[in-house]
């Protein structure tokens, strides 16, 4: 599709902006109406960036694809993303006492006790006797890799969604349009408008 006002208002831009909406207010929704709290947050930032579309007198053919996009294809991806990492944030991610003080020093005690064995077996080539103290720090530190992990492959699920709507719509652009199509974009404003063809 076409996009006329600029690229503020190109798939990947806006669908960013809804996101990072939804993201703001995502651990505030309720877990029984998740979905529907998460489309009312998109909803009310499309509404707010239509404005301001508005005002640059934006096609509105555009604006139909640019929401079905949001509303088809991006919030069903996002939700059902969104949905597992605040469960995964509510359970502390899985974490033993949620990684409190007391499991930190008993995950690195493990760490050491398992690193000790590795250590002491003869049939498993470790060298290094520092092994023992990597295990601990990693022990140590399990409830914070743990929890990067998860928001990691979060954003990256984020990330793919927004790059995704770039390419559709950079795949989409003018492939397939006929030039009444594209005269059709630049009504909005009696300025805008492209003479007919010659």
């Known amino acids: 599709m076409l996009n006329i006002a600029g690229v503020d208002y190109d798939f990947a831009q806006v669908v960013y902006v809804v996101l990072q909406e939804c ?86 005690l493990a760490g050491l006790f398992i690193g000790s064995i590795i250590i002491a077996l003869p049939f498993i080539p470790i060298f290094e006797n520092m092994f023992a103290f990597a295990l601990t720090a990693a022990g140590f530190l399990y409830p914070d890799l743990k929890r990067f992990m998860h928001e990691h492959r979060y954003m990256k699920v984020l990330n793919r969604i927004v790059s995704d709507s770039a390419r559709y719509q950079e795949n989409a652009l003018l492939h397939y349009m006929t030039s009444q199509d594209i005269r059709k974009a630049f009504e909005p404003g009696e300025s805008r408008r492209l003479p007919p063809p010659s």
């Open 23 to 108: 993201e703001h207010h995502r651990r505030s929704f309720d877990e029984s109406s998740f979905d529907a709290e998460v489309r009312a947050c998109a909803t009310e930032k499309l509404a707010e960036v239509k404005a301001a579309y508005d005002e640059f007198g934006g096609s509105s053919d555009y604006w139909a694809e640019l929401e079905k996009e949001v509303n088809e294809v991006v919030l069903p991806q996002y939700i059902a993303a969104a949905r597992d990492i605040t469960e995964q944030e509510r359970n502390l991610f899985g974490i033993w006492r949620g990684g409190d003080l007391g499991a930190r020093f008993a995950f690195a």
